[in-house]
Nanobody, 127 residues
Framework: QVHLVESGGGLVQAGGSLRLSCAAS????????MGWFRQAPGKEREFVAA????????AYDDSVKGRFTISRDNAKNTVYLQMNSLKPEDTAVYYC????????????????????WGQGTQVIVSS
């Protein structure tokens, strides 16, 4: 069983930055592929960023590429999402997800591949 807890959300002005964290319980975290997804009001959940088990591969949605950075610290069982140059359209609930049995070494962008999800953290970007 894997338990994920997100933190770091909040209210920020456009152009500002936030860093989200996702702390994972369960072992071995270092074998999990991790991802961040978001859901804005009235919209479907969408992929944001992903990182493979070793941290050697990452993937980003085009809407956040160049502004967001995903990283992980396997010693701390934590994955991060650094969000810079935030825009009002980044407003959403952000969810951390874990694939506890990833196939291959790629970063996983498909939500159905993830079998554990956190409760989400709200990010609000004001204009």
């Amino acid at each position: 069983q894997v338990h994920l807890v997100e933190s770091g959300g909040g209210l920020v002005q456009a152009g500002g930055s936030l860093r989200l964290s996702c702390a994972a319980s369960g072992r071995p975290f270092s074998s999990y592929a991790m991802g961040w997804f978001r859901q804005a009001p009235g919209k479907e959940r969408e992929f944001v960023a992903a990182i493979n088990w070793s941290g050697s591969r990452t993937a980003y949605d085009d809407s956040v590429k160049g502004r967001f950075t995903i990283s992980r610290d396997n010693a701390k069982n934590t994955v991060y999402l650094q969000m810079n140059s935030l825009k009002p359209e980044d407003t959403a609930v952000y969810y951390c997800a874990a694939d506890s049995n990833p196939i291959g070494a790629q970063a996983i962008i498909i939500s159905d591949e993830y079998d554990y999800w956190g409760q989400g953290t709200q990010v609000i970007v004001s204009s």
